[in-house]
Nanobody, 115 residues
């Protein structure tokens, strides 16, 4: 049974940091490109960062320089380190695993940036 389970969300003040984790099971994690997405209330889900199966990374403009995506294939886990958080980063954050013929999503973890 495939599972992607996000954790690490919470309430943080502007300028603060959070580290999200996504634990994967039920598929060959190392073969999959992994990504983080987010959806704010009333908005469409958007891509935040990608890490390929070979470790290459890509960030959307709003995340570049503040967020870092990484993966640990030995632990079947992908991470999103978020620094200098802003109120506009408030959203439900999802991880996604994409293979050649498969596409898996987690259920999300809430990040709220507020003073």
């Amino acid at each position: 049974q495939v599972q992607l389970v996000e954790s690490g969300g919470g309430l943080v003040q502007p300028g603060g940091s959070l580290r999200l984790s996504c634990a994967a099971s039920g598929f060959t994690f190392s073969y999959y490109g992994m990504s983080w997405h987010r959806q704010a209330p009333g908005k469409e889900r958007e891509l935040v960062a990608i890490i390929t199966s070979t470790g290459s990374t890509h960030y959307v403009n709003s995340a570049r320089g503040r967020f870092t995506v990484s993966r640990d294939n030995a632990k079947n886990t992908v991470y999103l380190e978020m620094n200098s958080l802003r109120p506009e980063d408030t959203a439900l954050y999802y991880c996604r695993g994409q293979g050649t013929m498969s596409d898996y999503w987690g259920k999300g973890t809430q990040v709220t940036v507020s003073s």
